[in-house]
T-cell receptor
Framework: NAGVMQNPRHLVRRRGQEARLRCSPM?????VYWYRQLPEEGLKFMVYLQKENIIDESGMPKERFSAEFPKEGPSILRIQQVVRGDSAAYFCASSERTSGNTIYFGEGSWLTVV | DQQVKQNSPSLSVQEGRISILNCDYT??????FLWYKKYPAEGPTFLISISSIKDKNEDGRFTVFLNKSAKHLSLHIVPSQPGDSAVYFC???????????FGKGTRLSVIA
């Protein structure tokens, strides 16, 4: 009964490079959420996806960030041309359904941009 | 525009006493509320939840109280243990395809 799996746990990128963060939801969960936690801040919603669909991306920065959840394989959060301000912990969560349901988080991916 | 507010960034409590963590919300459409606990360098762990049709939910040492008229909820931990030291996040969601909205968290320190 694996939980939400995220990889890599730690990622270091130079400014201008691309970062790809992967998330496999819990078994039986078809809803995936990405949250970001900046230092000394709370959890900020980024994007909510179901298989092959982006349901809500209201929290995603307009440029350089994208997310997908393909029919097969993990959800991927992609950050192009990273800048120092992208350094944060990125958490993925999954749930069976939305509305009135608990979401379960992975261990997080810590991105450091140098 | 913070819809979920945790106004106390930190709280210190002696072991064995009660810890009370507070949370306020502004969106009257919220109907489901949760508390998560987070240790450093780990993901948030679900602790307890409450639906808006209830005003109390209890699970072992943890009890969540909801006051809808005041748009306020609280988490009570009794008795507090050193292992409870962590950051606690309050979260809320509304009906429909809406994601959880989190507060900024309260760091609880339980002193032995």
């Amino acid at each position: 009964n694996a939980g939400v799996m995220q990889n890599p746990r730690h990622l270091v990128r130079r400014r201008g490079q691309e970062a790809r963060l992967r998330c496999s939801p819990m078994k039986g969960h078809s809803h995936v959420y990405w949250y970001r936690q900046l230092p000394e801040e709370g959890l900020k919603f980024m994007v909510y996806l179901q298989k092959e669909n982006i349901i809500d991306e209201s929290g995603m920065p307009k440029e350089r960030f994208s997310a997908e959840f393909p029919k097969e394989g993990p959800s991927i959060l992609r950050i192009q041309q990273v800048v120092r301000g992208d350094s944060a912990a990125y958490f993925c969560a999954s749930s069976e359904r939305t509305s009135g349901n608990t979401i379960y988080f992975g261990e997080g991916s810590w991105l450091t941009v140098v | 525009d913070q819809q979920v507010k945790q106004n106390s960034p930190s709280l210190s409590v002696q072991e064995g006493r009660i810890s009370i963590l507070n949370c306020d919300y502004t969106n009257s459409m919220f109907d489901y509320f949760l508390w998560y606990k987070k240790y450093p360098a780990e993901g948030p762990t679900f602790l307890i939840s409450i639906s808006s049709i209830k005003d109390k939910n209890e699970d072992g040492r943890f009890t969540v109280f909801l006051n809808k008229s005041a748009k306020h909820l609280s988490l009570h931990i009794v008795p507090s243990q050193p292992g409870d030291s962590a950051v606690y996040f309050c979260a809320a969601s509304a009906r429909g395809n809406t994601p959880l909205v989190f507060g900024k968290g309260t760091r609880l320190s339980v002193i032995a």
